[in-house]
C-alpha cells in the first residue's frame, strides 16, 4: 500500500523556467514532509521540508507547498538550472512514527 | 562535521548466503535508520535504532537483523540471501528518536546471484 505516490516519473524543463514536482499522500496521520534529491551513484540529500502547522516554505530558489486538506505537496524549484537535474523523492512521516514514507521518485531533466 | 557514511559500497552475494552493512552515523546523531531501494522504487524503511535499541520496523523478515553500537554506528545483517533482496541498501541518521530529518549516506549495492 503505497501511501506516498508521485504520479510523473519524469519532467523536463527548459533551463530558467519553473519545475513543479507534486506529491500526493493517503495517510492523514503524517504531519511532516521531506523532499530528497537523488544523483546517480548517491544517496538522497535533503531539500527542504515542511511540517503541517504552514502550508509553504521556502529556501532560496526551492519552494514546498503544503495543501493538507487535498493531501498534496509540490515543490517548485524557479529557476531551474541543469545542475538541479536529478530524482526527486517525497518523503512522509508523523510526529508519533519513526520512519519516512517514500515516494518511487520523479526524475528531472533541465534542458540547457 | 562528518557526514553518513557506509561500506562497503558494492557487494556481490550468492543465493543462501549472509551480508553485513555497515554505517558510521554523522556526528552529533543517535539515531539510525536503513532503506532498502529497489530499482525504480523509493526507498523502504527496514528498520530504526536509537541509542542502541530497535525503536521500529518495517515489513522485512526476521533475517533482517541491526545493531547500533556505543558510538552510534549500525550495522545491518541480511541471512539466507534472496535474489529480490538484490536493491541499494541506505542508512540515514538523525538527531533524535523517531522524527526529524534523516540525512543519508551514500549507501550499498547488494547483488545476490
Known amino acids: 500500500d503505497q501511501q506516498v505516490k508521485q504520479n510523473s516519473p519524469s519532467l523536463s524543463v527548459q533551463e530558467g523556467r519553473i519545475s513543479i514536482l507534486n506529491c500526493d499522500y493517503t495517510n492523514s496521520m503524517f504531519d511532516y514532509f521531506l523532499w530528497y534529491k537523488k544523483y546517480p551513484a548517491e544517496g538522497p540529500t535533503f531539500l527542504i521540508s515542511i511540517s503541517s502547522i504552514k502550508d509553504k516554505n521556502e529556501d532560496g530558489r526551492f519552494t514546498v507547498f503544503l495543501n493538507k486538506s487535498a493531501k498534496h505537496l509540490s515543490l517548485h524549484i524557479v529557476p531551474s538550472q541543469p545542475g538541479d537535474s536529478a530524482v526527486y523523492f517525497c518523503?512522509?512521516?508523523?510526529?508519533?512514527?519513526?520512519?519516512?514514507?517514500f515516494g518511487t521518485g520523479t526524475s528531472l531533466t533541465v534542458i540547457p | 562535521e562528518t557526514g553518513v557514511t557506509q561500506s562497503p559500497t558494492h557487494l556481490i552475494k550468492t543465493r543462501g548466503q549472509q551480508v553485513t552493512l555497515r554505517c558510521s552515523s554523522q556526528s552529533g546523531h543517535n539515531t539510525v535508520s536503513w532503506y532498502q531501494q529497489a530499482l525504480g522504487q523509493g526507498p523502504q524503511f527496514i528498520f530504526q535504532y536509537y541509542r542502541e535499541e530497535e525503536n521500529g520496523r518495517g515489513n522485512f523478515p526476521p533475517r533482517f537483523s541491526g545493531l547500533q553500537f556505543p558510538n552510534y554506528s549500525s550495522e545491518l545483517n541480511v541471512n539466507a540471501l534472496e535474489l529480490d533482496d538484490s536493491a541499494l541498501y541506505l542508512c540515514a541518521s538523525s538527531s533524535r528518536g523517531g522524527g526529524g530529518t534523516q540525512y543519508f549516506g551514500p549507501g550499498t549495492r547488494l547483488l545476490v546471484l
Open positions: 518523503a512522509a512521516s508523523s510526529n508519533t512514527g519513526n520512519q519516512f514514507y
